[in-house]
Structure formats: C-alpha cells, structure tokens
T-cell receptor, first 114, second 109 residues
Framework: AQSVTQLGSHVSVSEGALVLLRCNYSSSVPPYLFWYVQYPNQGLQLLLKYTTGATLVKGINGFEAEFKKSETSFHLTKPSAHMSDAAEYFCAVSRTGGYQKVTFGIGTKLQVIP | DVKVTQSSRYLVKRTGEKVFLECVQDMDHENMFWYRQDPGLGLRLIYFSYDVKMKEKGDIPEGYSVSREKKERFSLILESASTNQTSMYLC????????FGPGTRLTVT
C-alpha cells in the first residue's frame, strides 16, 4: 500500500519569500515521487519527479525537491516566490514498474501575497 | 510535447442521462487513467487501463464504466448520471509520470 500526506492544505507566503510545501509518503517498495501544479480550471502539470539516482531533483519554474528516505519525505521548495506561483500543488507516489498506479495527496493551495 | 485532450471543458447533464467523456492522447502511451477531483478530497482514481481492451477498477468505480477500443482513446461512461457525480473529471496518460488533460467540469442537475 502507498499513501501521501501533504501538511497544510493552504500555505501563504510573501512575494520573494521561500516556498516550502511539505510531503511525506509511505510505500512498501522504493517509490517514484512526483510534484504536480494545477492552475485554476486546468489539468495538472508535472513540476518534477524522482525515480532513482540524485536525491535533489530540479524541476520547472525554479522548483526543486529532495528525496529523504530516512524521513520518508519529498518536500518542494523554491527560494523566492513569484505571484505566478499561486496555484494548487499535489505530491504523488507510485510504485516502480507495474502499471504505475499513482496515489495523490489532497493538495496544498499556495497563496502569494504581494 | 505530449498532448492529452478531453472532449469537453464544461458539460451540463440531467439526472439519469448517460454521459460519455472522451480522452485522447497522442504519445502512444499504454497506460491511461480517469480521476475525479473534488475540493478537500484531492484526486481519486476511478478506472485505469494498461492496454487496449484492458481495464482495472480504481478506488471509486461505482456508477462508472470505461471503454478502450483504441490505444489513444479512453472513454469514461456514466451509465445514469446522478447529482453526486457533479465534479471535475481528469484524464491522464502515462509512461511513468502522468500527463493530464485540461479536465471536464461536469454538472448534473
């Protein structure tokens, strides 16, 4: 079984401040981990993914995430928030191989305050 | 770029109607998925398909069925729409990470 917990359904940051969105997962096998972003009335867009190898993963729009096995975490960060980062962010986990059934967290809405 | 398209962005149907939601992907992916998204509940998997004519139930299949006659097309069917099926429906296709369509916001009145 696999699951994802996103801490904080709403996060507010000031423009220019650090963005930190938290994600913890559980998986009985080595996981694949993903962060997606969703803008209003749109589908989800992949920000970044971890499969194997380097634990610090860089994605689009200046985001990055670090896979920490010992903490079962995959937190998303960005050094300086922009107004355009306001969106909903989803962490997700899947098993390696197989049909890649993906389990999503419930999402974190990021508000950026000017 | 991978493109996943959904037949409608917005749809309004009446209770009891049969509803078809179509999804097409252009990247020859074997895996395709249907989710519904509701506030506070995130994305919940309805059905997925790992090959033509193959399908697996997801977490909330009740009231839904699917069809995959061609690799690029995955259809979600609401046999008799009910008001509790009002939701955003998202289709995705996948080699490993998932690529999403823009979503269909379905309202059942």
């Amino acid at each position: 079984a696999q699951s994802v917990t996103q801490l904080g359904s709403h996060v507010s940051v000031s423009e220019g401040a650090l963005v930190l969105l938290r994600c913890n997962y559980s998986s009985s096998v080595p996981p694949y981990l993903f962060w997606y972003v969703q803008y209003p009335n749109q589908g989800l867009q992949l920000l970044l993914k971890y499969t194997t190898g380097a634990t610090l993963v860089k994605g689009i729009n200046g985001f990055e995430a670090e896979f920490k096995k010992s903490e079962t975490s995959f937190h998303l960060t960005k050094p300086s928030a922009h107004m355009s980062d306001a969106a909903e962010y989803f962490c997700a986990v899947s098993r390696t191989g197989g049909y890649q059934k993906v389990t999503f967290g419930i999402g974190t809405k990021l508000q950026v305050i000017p | 770029d991978v493109k996943v398209t959904q037949s409608s962005r917005y749809l309004v149907k009446r209770t009891g109607e049969k509803v078809f939601l179509e999804c097409v992907q252009d990247m020859d992916h074997e895996n395709m998925f249907w989710y519904r998204q509701d506030p506070g509940l995130g994305l919940r998997l309805i059905y997925f398909s790992y090959d033509v004519k193959m399908k697996e139930k997801g977490d909330i299949p009740e009231g839904y069925s699917v069809s995959r006659e061609k690799k690029e097309r995955f259809s979600l069917i609401l046999e008799s729409a009910s008001t509790n099926q009002t939701s955003m429906y998202l289709c995705a296709s996948s080699p490993s990470e998932q690529y999403f369509g823009p979503g269909t916001r379905l309202t059942v009145t």
